[in-house]
């Protein structure tokens, strides 16, 4: 039998028999010395890793960005240095808010995270299929997901839970306003759009500064499952988009999307009418039209889905020279918390993992130790710097021109609340069909009606604030009155807590 035939322990060893376990006699007891059998239970015992917080549920695929159009005036990094050049990717769609064995066609916005196998090391872009977020501030994203899983008591889905946060927190209703649409249920992991939603910067040659947003346009057409369609999906294929992405890929119809990107210098964000580092805002295409990039291709699918897809660990923190992060906080917290959670889940080398691991670039560090090192930990080298050893050093020529800070420390607002109704305002009347309108209003009204009548007065009347009749059909739908509803609108937003607070 050929070496590659063989089955073996972990180590090495031959595998006699893998059919009975080693006992006294026909009928046992099992012996401790079946060493197989314990090696056997305790890996089984080990084999769930801690699930995601968030992003629990993905499907994955391996493929290739290919620069279309020439960006250098813009950026240094390597990644989009000339027309042609083509780089390895990994990307991973999720849902966000479910568990792992929850259904693909939830409502829930999706995760778009693309890994850039770049010569300078890896670039990681973890985005989703919406533009904007519920929140701009990383302190208030424990509670928000907190709300989105179940309640601790009834270990159940709970609306009160879900609006009464939402409703409290006006700020949410654009990306509330995307959920609800059909937008909230894509028909598969194709057939949708990817975004940054952060702001992020890039720099070129000669030291100029650019804010970018990243806009990946599905080239299959975008298609969404109207409520029934969904629903009728978790009942009969819970894993339909995972299957479809797989299946795509397996008989060659690689599923491809074209990057646009909307570029900003940095010396007019200041003045420019909403915050561009305020995550719940998009920038009007009308002021800053988006020019075509490149190209992905998705065209390989993984060999083993734990090692690859379950592994696969994207982090915001992980840029490239040329390219950076800006001062938008719900990016800076990212920063932190993504490396965070995988060193929790995968542990302090899951840089090592070949999925996250750089492909075409060396990595030389001094970190050192930790469980499952599975390199050479650096032999005999120093593990420390300076040292005069000739060892690995810092490459001044890298470093970024940072960006201007000013102001007093404080825990403050962002300085424009008093747009969070403009955006999703022009989304209801001017981009929305009549029969988006009708979808979204139907879809809230399902989920929105099993909430406290306290909690639904208070969420009808932010979606008065965006638009009269916004509000007025969804008070309508779940039972509230309208005139109340606008009396609350008209308030302010603490004295409208504070007039539903019981």
Same mark, same amino acid.
């Given at each position: 039998?050929?070496?590659?035939?063989?089955?073996?322990?972990?180590? =090495?060893?031959?595998?006699?028999?893998?059919?009975?376990?080693?006992?006294?006699?026909?009928?046992?007891?099992?012996?401790?010395?079946?060493?197989?059998?314990? *090696?056997?239970?305790?890996?089984?015992?080990?084999?769930?890793?801690?699930?995601?917080?968030?992003?629990?549920?993905?499907?994955?695929?391996? =493929?290739?960005?290919?620069?279309?159009?020439?960006?250098?005036?813009?950026?240094?990094?390597?990644?989009?240095? &000339?027309? =042609?050049?083509?780089?390895?990717?990994?990307?991973?769609?999720?849902?966000?808010?479910?568990?792992?064995?929850?259904?693909?066609?939830?409502?829930?916005?999706?995760?778009?995270?693309?890994?850039?196998?770049?010569?300078?090391?890896?670039?990681?872009?973890?985005?989703?299929?919406?533009?904007?977020?519920?929140?701009?501030?990383?302190?208030?994203?424990?509670?928000?997901?907190?709300?989105?899983? #179940?309640?601790?008591?009834?270990?159940?889905?709970?609306?009160?839970?879900?609006?009464?946060?939402?409703?409290?927190?006006?700020?949410?209703?654009?990306?509330?306003?995307?959920?609800?649409?059909?937008?909230?249920?894509?028909?598969?992991?194709?057939?949708?759009?990817?975004?940054?939603?952060?702001?992020?910067?890039?720099?070129?040659?000669?030291?100029?500064?650019?804010?970018?947003?990243?806009?990946?346009?599905?080239?299959?057409?975008?298609?969404?499952?109207?409520?029934?369609?969904?629903?009728?999906?978790?009942?009969?294929?819970?894993?339909?988009?995972?299957?479809?992405?797989? &299946?795509?890929?397996?008989?060659?119809?690689?599923?491809?999307?074209?990057?646009?990107?909307?570029?900003?210098?940095?010396?007019?964000? &200041?003045?420019?009418?909403?915050?561009?580092?305020?995550?719940?805002?998009?920038?009007?295409?009308?002021?800053?039209?988006?020019?075509?990039?490149?190209?992905?291709?998705?065209?390989?699918?993984?060999?083993?889905?734990?090692? *690859?897809?379950?592994?696969?660990?994207?982090?915001?923190?992980?840029?490239?020279?040329?390219? =950076?992060?800006?001062?938008?906080?719900?990016?800076?917290?990212?920063?932190?918390?993504?490396?965070?959670?995988?060193?929790?889940?995968?542990?302090?080398?899951?840089?090592?993992?070949?999925?996250?691991?750089?492909?075409?670039?060396?990595?030389?560090?001094?970190?050192?130790?930790?469980?499952? #090192?599975?390199?050479?930990?650096?032999?005999?080298?120093?593990?420390?710097?300076?040292?005069?050893?000739?060892?690995?050093?810092?490459?001044?020529?890298?470093? *970024?021109?940072?960006?201007?800070?000013?102001?007093?420390?404080?825990?403050?607002?962002?300085?424009?609340?008093?747009?969070?109704?403009?955006?999703?305002?022009?989304?209801?009347?001017?981009?929305?069909?009549? *029969?988006?309108?009708?979808?979204?209003?139907?879809?809230?009204?399902?989920?929105?009606?099993?909430?406290?009548?306290?909690?639904?007065?208070?969420?009808?009347?932010?979606?008065?604030?965006?638009?009269?009749?916004?509000?007025?059909?969804?008070?309508?739908?779940?039972?509230?009155?309208?005139?109340?509803?606008?009396?609350?609108?008209?308030?302010?937003?603490?004295?409208?807590?504070?007039?539903?607070?019981?």
């Amino acid at each position: 039998m050929s070496d590659t035939k063989r089955l073996t322990s972990a180590f =090495g060893a031959p595998v006699a028999e893998d059919q009975h376990s080693l006992t006294a006699g026909p009928r046992g007891p099992v012996l401790m010395q079946d060493v197989h059998l314990l *090696e056997k239970l305790g890996h089984f015992d080990r084999e769930r890793i801690p699930e995601r917080v968030v992003h629990a549920k993905g499907a994955g695929a391996y =493929g290739y960005f290919e620069v279309t159009a020439d960006v250098t005036m813009y950026t240094r990094a390597a990644l989009f240095s &000339e027309v =042609g050049k083509k780089t390895d990717v990994f990307v991973r769609f999720s849902t966000v808010g479910g568990e792992k064995g929850s259904a693909d066609a939830e409502r829930d916005p999706r995760g778009f995270a693309v890994k850039f196998y770049t010569e300078e090391g890896n670039y990681d872009l973890a985005g989703n299929n919406t533009p904007v977020f519920f929140i701009r501030d990383p302190l208030k994203f424990p509670d928000f997901i907190h709300t989105q899983k #179940r309640n601790p008591r009834t270990n159940l889905k709970d609306p009160d839970m879900f609006w009464d946060f939402l409703s409290l927190t006006p700020e949410s209703v654009h990306q509330v306003t995307v959920l609800f649409s059909d937008r909230g249920t894509p028909a598969t992991y194709r057939h949708m759009n990817g975004y940054s939603s952060h702001s992020y910067v890039w720099t070129n040659a000669a030291g100029e500064q650019f804010y970018v947003q990243y806009h990946f346009k599905t080239d299959q057409g975008i298609r969404n499952l109207t409520a029934a369609e969904a629903d009728e999906l978790k009942a009969s294929d819970p894993d339909h988009a995972t299957r479809d992405l797989f &299946e795509a890929i397996e008989r060659g119809d690689s599923p491809s999307w074209t990057l646009e990107m909307q570029i900003m210098p940095v010396a007019e964000a &200041e003045a420019y009418r909403f915050d561009v580092l305020d995550i719940t805002k998009v920038w009007p295409h009308a002021d800053y039209p988006p020019i075509v990039v490149g190209k992905l291709v998705l065209d390989r699918n993984p060999e083993n889905y734990f090692a *690859e897809v379950e592994q696969s660990a994207f982090n915001p923190s992980s840029f490239v020279p040329g390219i =950076g992060p800006s001062a938008d906080k719900m990016l800076q917290g990212r920063l932190f918390s993504y490396h965070d959670t995988h060193l929790h889940r995968l542990g302090a080398n899951y840089h090592l993992i070949p999925v996250n691991s750089p492909k075409h670039a060396h990595e030389a560090s001094y970190q050192r130790d930790a469980a499952m #090192r599975t390199d050479g930990n650096g032999g005999g080298g120093p593990n420390y710097w300076p040292n005069s050893f000739g060892a690995p050093e810092p490459d001044a020529s890298v470093a *970024e021109p940072g960006v201007a800070l000013a102001g007093p420390t404080g825990r403050t607002p962002y300085p424009h609340e008093n747009d969070d109704f403009v955006q999703p305002r022009a989304l209801f009347r001017d981009v929305m069909t009549d *029969e988006d309108r009708d979808h979204l209003i139907g879809n809230i009204v399902g989920h929105l009606s099993g909430a406290q009548e306290r909690i639904r007065l208070r969420q009808c009347a932010i979606f008065y604030k965006v638009d009269p009749e916004y509000g007025t059909r969804v008070a309508e739908g779940v039972g509230v009155d309208v005139a109340e509803v606008a009396r609350l609108a008209a308030m302010t937003d603490d004295e409208r807590a504070t007039a539903t607070s019981r």
